[in-house]
């Protein structure tokens, strides 16, 4: 009888972790998802961003909620200057939200604390 109880609360813990932790993953739209929320095109909204950066060059593109809004957000490099320019532009809106220079550390910052966050999501 004991052995039934111990197995019956085992389950039971492993199900309760399963509950728990699918919220996390069901909150993770797809791309294709996020995508299909835009308003506005990867596009246009490279056009705002690349106004805002004359001859810059973008290093990284992506689709993401930040904020609660659904953003476009790029690093823009420019030659002859370190770091990058933060854009993040409205997906909804085509507005521009947030610009930031970010130095070189500061980006791998971000980096590793993004692919932080994807682990955990995993």
Do not use: C, H
């Not at 220079?101 to 994807?118: F, I, L, P, W």
């Amino acid at each position: 009888m004991k052995t039934t109880f111990n197995n019956t609360a085992a389950v039971l813990a492993i199900l309760a972790g399963i509950a728990l932790t699918a919220p996390a993953f069901a909150a993770q739209p797809t791309d294709a998802e996020l995508r299909a929320q835009a308003k506005v095109s990867q596009d246009e909204a490279t056009a705002t961003a690349l106004a805002k950066v004359p001859q810059g060059t973008i290093k990284s593109v992506e689709l993401e909620k930040e904020q609660g809004k659904l953003v476009w957000s790029f690093d823009i490099a420019k030659a002859g200057t370190k770091g990058v320019t933060e854009i993040m532009v409205d997906a909804l809106t085509g507005k521009i939200v947030s610009l930031k220079k970010e130095t070189d550390a500061q980006e791998a910052k971000e980096a590793q604390a993004e692919a932080k966050e994807g682990k955990a999501a995993r």
